[in-house]
């Protein structure tokens, strides 16, 4: 039997995810005056299901769901880096992740309760 | 992968403005500067950042690639009585517009405080998780 309930297995890679979109995200704010550079972004969806179907999530390559999103409103250097979008956007990651956290963080203290000896 | 490497992100980020800033003082210190080492008046200098691996993480982070010379032909002035005017009495000062440098320093502040602020947001994350261990 498995010790972590199949919902936890896909908050951990939940969780795995929006710490590798961070990343990314974070990135993207560094590079907002990098000629050249184009917006990196991670499909939540698609990522989350990609690490849980590799089982385990901890050896699944983060790399492989990324993905460039092709703009329209790229300037004259080529830069296509709205800032404030992306702090939005980053905020709203580490609220997510810290969300999921709690949530996570409650059900495996459940389980410890529950595995306590009394 | 993981919280530490945005913080390794967003520092190469804050470096990089640094320098930017730090070229734009050199800029505007040398707005009349008439006689460079380099012969001839001072040319303004321009920051040119490149995407850079940060450790092994997957975000790129950011570095100075060159700094480059501004090629723009230097202002003429006609002041006679300065010892380096030419023949015709022009004297050849820096093509450095102050006010262009003003905007790129607020640019470059502004982008400094952007990455300040994912530093906060990663920083805020990174407590909560530690708190799991409580």
Redesign the interface.
């Known amino acids: 039997m498995e010790i972590l309930q199949p919902e936890q297995q896909v908050m951990a890679a939940a969780l ?1 995810v929006r ?2 979109r ?14 050249g ?1 184009l917006a ?1 972004d991670i499909k939540f969806d698609a990522a989350l299901k990609q690490v849980v179907e590799n089982g385990d999530g901890a050896q699944s390559d ?2 492989s769901f ?1 993905t460039t999103l092709a703009r329209e409103n790229v300037g004259i250097d080529r830069n296509d880096i709205d ?1 404030n979008e ?2 939005a956007k ?2 709203e990651n ?1 609220l997510s ?2 969300a999921t ?2 949530l ?2 409650d059900s ?1 203290g459940r389980l410890k309760s529950a595995t306590a000896s009394s | 992968m993981g919280l530490d490497s945005i913080i390794g992100i967003a520092n190469s980020a804050l470096g990089a403005q640094s320098q930017r800033i730090t070229l734009i003082a050199q800029n505007l210190a040398n707005v009349d500067s008439i006689n460079s080492p380099d012969g001839g008046p001072y040319q303004r200098r321009i920051p040119v950042f490149e995407p850079a691996q940060v450790g092994n993480s997957d975000g790129l982070g950011v570095k100075l690639a060159e700094v480059v010379t501004d090629q723009t032909p230097p202002r003429a002035v006609y002041d006679p009585s300065n010892p380096f005017a030419d023949e015709s009495g022009v004297v050849k000062e820096p093509a450095v517009n102050p006010v262009y440098e003003m905007v790129d320093m607020m640019q470059a502040s502004r982008s400094y405080q952007a990455n300040l602020s994912v530093v906060q947001t990663a920083n805020a994350a990174a407590l909560k998780t530690i708190d799991l261990l409580k």
């Open positions: 795995q710490a590798a961070a990343e990314l995200l974070a990135g993207n704010v560094a590079n907002a005056d990098t000629p550079y990196r983060t790399s990324e800032v992306q702090l980053s905020y580490s992740y810290v956290l709690k996570y963080g495996i």
